[in-house]
T-cell receptor, first 115, second 113 residues
Framework: GDSVTQMEGPVTLSEEAFLTINCTYT??????LFWYVQYPGEGLQLLLK?????DKGSNKGFEATYRKETTSFHLEKGSVQVSDSAVYFC??????????????FGKGTHLIIQP | NAGVTQTPKFRILKIGQSMTLQCTQD?????MYWYRQDPGMGLKLIYY???????DKGEVPNGYNVSRSTTEDFPLRLELAAPSQTSVYFC????????????FGPGTRLTVL
């Protein structure tokens, strides 16, 4: 079945550092890929998404490119802020128009940004 | 427009008790989902529904039941609570035409003692 693997945390960085959180996936067909963010005590919010190979999703300075050849969707940000501290989830959907059986999530990466 | 709302926010149950977690959405989305989130384990799909009157099992349905009598509501029922059901439960919705982006509620933190 489908699966998502992302780097284990916590990841601790200083403010203004460069961020990469790795995500690779296994899926049949052509899944859509997502990054969700969860702030303490809150639900998940969509950060960005990509629906086909070579698409780049971007939002709030974060970017991720859908790489089918390496089955990856790594999250990057050039200069992190303390407010970026949260848990980040990579997810995929095998939905291709015929049904919607939920998202498959990675285990999450806890990001801590120190001032 | 409240989006996805869940009640209660927190609950403590004793083993063997039952309860219903409520989920309501006002976005007129046809698809709804229940996930559980365990520490360090990501989210696992419990049940989902593609419209009123239609539900189906996800990855971890044992110990739970759902119903979908209206588009807006998708309650999750625990009949005989067990410590293994201690978790944070999230409801989510999806409009099929939006590329499967899902919208999440704030969650219910359940502890079974």
């Amino acid at each position: 079945g489908d699966s998502v693997t992302q780097m284990e945390g916590p990841v601790t960085l200083s403010e203004e550092a460069f961020l990469t959180i790795n995500c690779t996936y296994t899926a049949t067909g052509y899944p859509s890929l997502f990054w969700y963010v969860q702030y303490p005590g809150e639900g998940l919010q969509l950060l960005l998404k990509a629906t086909k190979a070579d698409d780049k999703g971007s939002n709030k300075g974060f970017e991720a490119t859908y790489r089918k050849e390496t089955t990856s969707f790594h999250l990057e940000k050039g200069s992190v802020q303390v407010s970026d501290s949260a848990v980040y989830f990579c997810a995929l959907s095998g939905y291709s128009g015929g049904g919607a059986d939920g998202l498959t999530f990675g285990k999450g990466t806890h990001l801590i940004i120190q001032p | 427009n409240a989006g996805v709302t869940q009640t209660p926010k927190f609950r403590i149950l004793k083993i063997g008790q039952s309860m219903t977690l409520q989920c309501t959405q006002d976005m007129n989305h046809n698809y709804m989902y229940w996930y559980r989130q365990d520490p360090g384990m990501g989210l696992k799909l419990i049940y989902y529904s593609v419209g009123a009157g239609i539900t189906d099992k996800g990855e971890v349905p044992n110990g739970y039941n759902v119903s979908r009598s209206t588009t807006e509501d998708f309650p999750l029922r625990l009949e005989l609570a067990a410590p293994s059901q201690t978790s944070v439960y999230f409801c989510a919705t999806h409009l099929a035409t939006r590329g499967n982006e899902q919208f999440f509620g704030p969650g219910t933190r359940l502890t079974v003692l």
